[in-house]
């Protein structure tokens, strides 16, 4: 097969194309992944990324596997619909932002908004994750989507949630604030789910949710998440899901009901 | 307590000439006819009459008409019916007041105050009829300059064009969501647009699959709930509208309630039926310009630069630098919705309070992209309150590349600006999703009529370009010179970069 040359180095390795990322705009960089795809080549190794925006994004591949070997920059796979990536190294904003289906492993850290409206598939990033991380992530039929963090995450997680789950571990902690989740935890959720490897005071939650105690089904999925996130990461599962869970979900699902009047109808 | 609340409106009924034949009843979505067969009695339920006029248009005998109620409370200059029929509401409910359809302030109207200009004796008009006439108009990013390769005899563009969209008419239907109005308003206005070879807005609501075979002609919308966002409903349109904010509402969101959303509505929405679908306020990925450019560029990278991207913003205070901020950060097209702007539910006290005029707006955008020399980045489109042809001249004359039009079209489907979207009743089939009351708008029938709105109007703009001497609309656009304004005040005039008229 022949690989446009552009600025970009491409070569071959078994089966992967490798493209050396290094110098290479973003706009290149993502043409050429789109061309690749498009001649049917399924496994791309990106190496020296250093901060490229929008890799991956709007792509429908559901069989396309995306090695990133660095810093992937903001908006990864945003809108994607199917590919896997594993980025080695940390992701910023808005990873997995409004991704369709598809699946992001994340060896290192994230930064804010990561999984920001996904209506499918599944976000794990084995360290932590920064601000407003969840955010209006829904579901609708069989698409419900995940999000596993290993660390810990900031303020507004998994605020407006509208479905999916969201996994909070927490098997690392920060010195600096070493509580599981930041403030405003899930405010306005009215769908969904978000598990926290702790325990969570009331006085966290934001308005329009509450916790719940966990049901066999909810033990059954975060053995199952909790599981594939540990094999991701070569981790014991065993000894993970071994301690108590918080669950947090909406007060109701219809929030703002009581909110409003017609001055007709009185 | 003693509810005295008298009602709006009051149902007359010709007892001479009814036949007893029920078909008020059928035909009131609001409940307002009632007839007990026992005692052989009609009872009208006056306070819930909405004055659509459904009824009094489809009684066989045209026995039923509707009259404002002359039941008011004393009147007063301050407190005037309205007031103190809110704060009764409010002192009941405890709850925000909920409406539709735009502004009811008695705020003025710019447009009404601007006229237009003619040719007399020493620049001739031109007769459409006689000279071709250009209305054709092209929205998003024009090039700095144009190079041109010769190749032998032929001629080839060498700089390579951002996609535009191109419009036959500078007048396009307004983003109102499938959720909102039903499919078969959507379907009138798709089907009237790719008629005529302007677009029409899907609003937040998605892509109903109906849609699909007009789908070149439609402009996809991205809102804060990301509803119905999905890659492939983002390559399959002809553009992208980021809504920021609307001008029914600035700087709130909305929400869809549980029960409106159906089997259907869920299945273009993706999300879950009953459950409500919310759009925050802001976007929660974007709080700043360089947010609103990464999802821009997000959204460009997803359709791989095919599509031009807008921006829909409120028309705000501030709406100058906030509007050249949105180009800077690559938008395609600002689009600007004025105080005026419809909408299917707002709280009452955000649609009548908050926003500019557009009028202002588009002047002062305008005028503020040209001093930065950046117009040609992106185009202006204005929406809120277009009302005619003369209105689509005004905003063309102070500066906008097109307009969004969305109550009027709706008129033209047979709305009577009942201002009841919210109860999702509506008597004419537009906005409702009830089976029923949706098979009072024929598709076919909506189309041909949006259709000629719009050949009507393009057919006046290019009479009122021919009056002015002009044979493109392009002529007109920014072309303040050819505006004159009556009765305003200096810093008004200045805003709107208009002569008062004699000068
Ligand atoms: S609400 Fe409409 S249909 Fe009902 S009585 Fe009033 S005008 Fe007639
Ligand atoms: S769309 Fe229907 S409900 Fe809304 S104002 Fe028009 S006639 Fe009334």
């Known amino acids: ?266 | 307590m003693v509810r005295n609340f008298p009602p709006d409106f009051v149902v007359r009924v010709d007892k001479e000439a009814c036949i007893n034949c029920m078909r008020c009843i059928r035909e009131c979505p609001f409940g307002v006819h009632e007839y007990d067969k026992e005692k052989k009695r009609w009872k009208r339920h006056h306070d819930k009459c909405v004055a659509c006029l459904r009824c009094a248009y489809m009684c066989p005998t045209q026995a039923i008409s509707i009259e404002r109620s002359p039941m008011e409370y004393s009147p007063h200059p301050v407190w005037t019916n309205r007031v103190r029929k809110d704060i009764k509401t409010q002192a009941e409910t405890g709850a925000v007041i909920l409406t539709a359809m735009g502004n009811e302030l008695p705020y003025m109207s710019y447009f009404d105050r601007l006229v237009l200009d003619a040719c007399q004796v020493t620049n001739p008009s031109i007769d459409p009829l006689r000279e071709p006439m250009e209305l054709r108009t092209y929205i998003g990013r024009k090039p700095e300059k144009v190079e041109i390769e010769e190749e032998d005899s032929s001629i080839r563009l060498r700089t390579k064009l951002a996609p535009n969209l191109k419009l036959e008419t500078p007048i396009m239907f307004a983003h109102m969501s499938y959720g909102s109005i039903s499919i078969e308003a959507h379907l009138s206005m798709a089907r009237a647009a790719k008629e005529v070879g302007t677009y029409m807005g899907t609003g937040e609501g998605g892509m109903h699959v109906e849609l699909y075979p007009y789908a070149d002609h439609i402009i996809t919308q991205v809102a804060s709930g990301r509803f119905a966002v999905h890659e492939e409903y983002l390559k399959r349109g002809a553009a992208i509208e980021i809504k920021i904010g609307q001008g029914a509402k600035p700087g709130i969101g909305g929400h869809l309630p549980g029960k409106k959303v159906t089997e259907e509505i869920s299945r273009t929405r993706m999300i879950p039926e009953g459950s409500d679908a919310i759009s925050p306020a802001p976007h929660h990925d974007i709080y700043s310009i360089e947010d609103l450019s990464r999802l821009i560029y997000a959204l460009k990278e997803a359709t791989r630069y095919k599509k031009p991207v807008f921006v829909k913003i409120a028309a705000v205070h501030n709406v100058a630098p906030i509007a050249v901020g949105i180009i800077r950060a690559g938008a395609d097209a600002v689009v600007i919705d004025g105080f005026r702007a419809g909408t299917g539910a707002a709280p009452q006290v955000h649609r009548d309070h908050h926003g500019i005029p557009i009028e202002a707006a588009i002047a002062s955008v305008d005028r503020r992209l040209r001093e930065e020399g950046i117009r040609h980045w992106g185009s202006i489109i204005a929406s809120g309150g277009i009302r005619s042809s003369a209105d689509v001249a005004k905003a063309i004359a102070l500066g906008a590349d097109a307009v969004y039009i969305g109550t009027a079209a709706l008129i033209a489907l047979g709305c009577t600006v009942c201002k009841k979207c919210y109860t999702g009743k509506c008597a004419w089939g537009i906005a409702t999703q009830d089976p029923e009351l949706r098979k009072r708008l024929d598709p076919e029938e909506g189309a041909r009529r949006a259709a000629n709105l719009l050949r009507a109007w393009s057919h006046e703009l290019k009479e009122i370009l021919g009056a002015l001497g002009l044979n493109s609309i392009e002529s007109l656009r920014s072309n303040r010179d050819r505006l004159r304004g009556v009765g305003l005040s200096e810093p008004e005039l200045r805003v709107l970069g208009v002569k008062p008229a004699g000068e």
């Not at chain 1, 990873?95 to 999984?115: E, F, K, L, P």
């Not at chain 1, 969840?134 to 698409?143: P, S």
């Not at chain 1, 571990?169 to 702790?198: C, F, K, Q, S, V």
């Not at chain 1, 005071?201 to 049901?215: F, N």
Request: some cysteine; aromatic content about 8%.
């Open chain 1, 1 to 266: 097969m022949e690989i446009p040359l552009r600025k970009a180095r491409v070569s071959r390795e078994d089966e992967f194309v490798v493209i050396d990322a290094k110098g290479v705009h973003y706009r290149e960089l993502n043409e050429l992944i789109n061309e690749l795809v498009e001649r049917g080549e399924r496994k791309l190794r990106l190496l020296n990324v250093n901060g490229q925006r929008y890799i991956a994004d709007g792509l429908r591949c559901s069989d396309c596997y995306i090695e990133i070997h660095g810093v992937a920059g903001d908006d990864l796979a945003a809108f994607a619909n199917g590919p896997t990536i594993v980025v080695y190294g940390d992701v910023q904003d808005g990873a997995g932002n409004t991704m369709n289906a598809g699946r992001i492993i994340v060896h290192g850290n994230g930064t804010d908004i990561i999984g920001h409206s996904m209506r499918g598939g599944e976000i794990f990033v084995r360290g932590h994750v920064g601000y407003r991380v969840g955010i209006h992530m829904k579901e609708y039929r069989e698409q419900v989507p995940v999000l596993v963090v290993g660390g810990t995450a900031g303020d507004f997680l998994g605020e407006y949630m509208a479905g999916g789950r969201i996994v909070i571990l927490g098997l690392e902690r920060l010195e600096t604030y070493p509580e599981i989740a930041g403030e405003w935890l899930a405010t306005g959720i009215h769908g969904g789910a978000i598990y926290l490897r702790d325990e969570v005071d009331e006085d966290k939650l934001g308005y329009g949710a509450k916790t719940e105690r966990l049901s066999h089904s909810d033990r059954r999925f975060l053995s199952e998440a909790v599981g594939k996130f540990c094999s991701c990461f070569s981790l014991n599962a065993e000894e993970v899901l071994n301690a108590e869970f918080t669950k947090v979900v909406p007060k109701s699902h219809r929030p703002f009901a009581e909110m409003y009047s017609d001055s007709k109808e009185g």
